[in-house]
């Protein structure tokens, strides 16, 4: 993956996206993806990961929503990962995330994931760059390990926001009833912090990326979500999947 | 870890060992463990896996009784991994394994483990030899993560008892009614197939051992026991744990 400069990196649609015009794109790629999951959960072979990673505000929760939330729930898990528990701060980083691995014919959704602990971890120095490095490593090899072991197909999300869209996100926050619930006074501390996150986070696309990171343009959700639900529907077409047909002695 | 040959590696005791005086010296070894677990779980710092693996009646469930039997439960797990679930089938074949992966100041013992899916998957066929060698990197990845990512010490001990001796032990679950209960009429189909798994054990030492092998000679079960006791006695010895102080804030 080429060198990433996220102070210089668009965080907007190129010129060419109508919003109208995307919108409804999206929902034709809504529709398909629908039958797109069906087929993966009915096939019983590939499962999909999806990695949403992003600062606050960034509209990782409407991601999920607007994408994944028209599906079959019984074949779409959503996990958030949040600050670690006691039991599992008790084992190593990744212990809390394979057991959420999908299994064949799910889609799992990680909001949030392993790449907090070389994220927020690295940006408070909660731990040092040595064990930054190694984490590095111990995520490519469990990458790995699902895809080549379980045919998991993984997509990266980066939801790339400006500073001045996140912080009228986090004020709004502060204002608008339906949205106090996510407020939380770390979160202006934290955004505070934007430079050094994305130098992590260009550390983390130089590191991780034998599977690749998509940068998603994220101040406008129309754009956001119709990168995500394309890339989505475009990985599952990939897949050439079939339905099983009867097992030969019901025949 | 040398070439090892299976069919030429003495499965008894060398003969400056004997019975008695062994035995005597298990004790002692015991009572120390006993101690030095204590000292494990109060530290909560490091943890220990102890992976046993051999053929049916290689003594794996013996050495869990008589080495581990007598410490404290609250710190020593046991998890044997037999045939798995259709859940655990929908996963990587580590996926069930990691979950087990003992938590810190804690002693996790696998009967059987991770090494049966490059075991007795290969000797059946049931998974192609390319498969194989992949396993065997994602093991060596996996192990590795665990020392490196939770202070895991890891202790793979194989049993090895002769081709004489196992068939005199499988015989006595037909007779003697306190092992009936172990009887599996598929004991014999799987010893006949003695060569074939050492040949697929022999290339395992050759792959997946990073973390080295010790090869216990198991015919005598006294011997067996003092070597994994020992072994284990020393590798805690060695991490130098101490009592944790009072926070000094309660001084």
Same sequence: chains 1, 2.
């Avoid at 990782?60 to 019984?74: E, I, L, Y």
């Avoid at 959503?78 to 670690?84: E, N």
């Avoid at 731990?127 to 072991?149: C, Y």
């Avoid at 990171?213 to 101040?219: A, E, F, K, L, N």
Wanted: proline share 4%; with cysteine; net charge positive.
């Amino acid at each position: 993956m080429a060198e990433v400069k996220l102070s210089s990196t668009p965080a907007t649609a190129p010129g060419k996206f109508s919003k109208e015009h995307t919108k409804k794109e999206l929902l034709s790629i809504l529709a398909e993806l629908d039958d797109l999951q069906n087929l993966l959960f009915a096939e019983h072979k590939h499962s999909l990961l999806v990695v949403l990673q992003g600062m606050d505000a960034s509209g990782k929760d409407g991601a999920v929503r607007n994408v994944f939330g028209k599906m079959n729930p019984m074949g779409v898990l959503v996990q958030p990962f949040k600050t670690p528990t006691a039991e599992e701060m008790n084992h190593d980083f990744l212990w809390r995330i394979h057991q959420h691995a999908p299994g064949k014919g799910m889609i799992q959704i990680f909001n949030r994931s392993h790449y907090e602990d070389v994220l927020i971890q690295r940006v408070h120095k909660w731990v040092d760059e040595k064990t930054i490095k190694k984490r590095f490593g111990a995520i490519n090899d469990f990458e790995k390990l699902l895809e080549e072991h379980n045919d998991t197909h993984i997509l990266k999300f980066y939801l790339h926001v400006s500073r001045e869209e996140q912080w009228k996100r986090l004020e709004e926050r502060t204002q608008d009833p339906t949205k106090m619930w996510k407020y939380n006074e770390k979160d202006f501390e934290e955004a505070k912090l934007l430079k050094n996150y994305w130098k992590a986070y260009e550390d983390v696309f130089r590191h991780c990326s034998k599977v690749p990171w998509i940068i998603v343009p994220s101040d406008q959700n129309w754009y956001k979500e119709y990168v995500i639900a394309k890339t989505v529907r475009d990985t599952l077409r990939s897949l050439k999947m079939k339905f099983p047909k009867l097992p030969s002695a019901k025949k």
